[in-house]
């Protein structure tokens, strides 16, 4: 049973910082695809940006330039890093890994911005 605990969620004042982790009960490899994606009332789950099979990061617009995503191999680790958060950031964020034909998400953790 694969398993994703999210952490690092919170409130946070308009133009702070945060800094989610994704722990994976798996070894993760670079073959892997893994994701960052949010979800705000409302609204549908959006990407927020990810890591592809071998591949580069993609980001959402939203998140181009303020967020950044990375993976620690050696912790079986996704994290991202969020920068000049707003109000439109607050969200329930998932983690999300794709190995093969088998995705599996995290429970997610809430993200507050405040102005």
């Known amino acids: 049973q694969v398993q994703l605990v999210e952490s690092g969620g919170g409130l946070v004042q308009a133009g702070g910082s945060l800094r989610l982790s994704c722990a994976a009960s798996?070894?993760?490899?670079?073959?892997?695809?893994t994701g960052w994606y949010r979800q705000a009332p409302g609204n549908q789950r959006e990407l927020v940006a990810s890591?592809?099979?071998?591949?580069?990061?993609v980001y959402a617009a939203s998140a181009k330039g303020r967020f950044t995503i990375s993976r620690d191999y050696s912790k079986n680790t996704v994290s991202l890093e969020m920068n000049s958060l707003k109000p439109e950031d607050t969200a329930v964020y998932y983690c999300?890994?794709?190995?093969?034909?088998?995705?599996?998400w995290g429970q997610g953790t809430q993200v507050t911005v405040f102005a």
């Open positions: 890591i592809a099979s071998r591949g580069m990061p």
């Open positions: 798996i070894r993760i490899f670079s073959t892997d695809a």
């Open positions: 999300k890994l794709v190995r093969g034909f088998s995705n599996y």
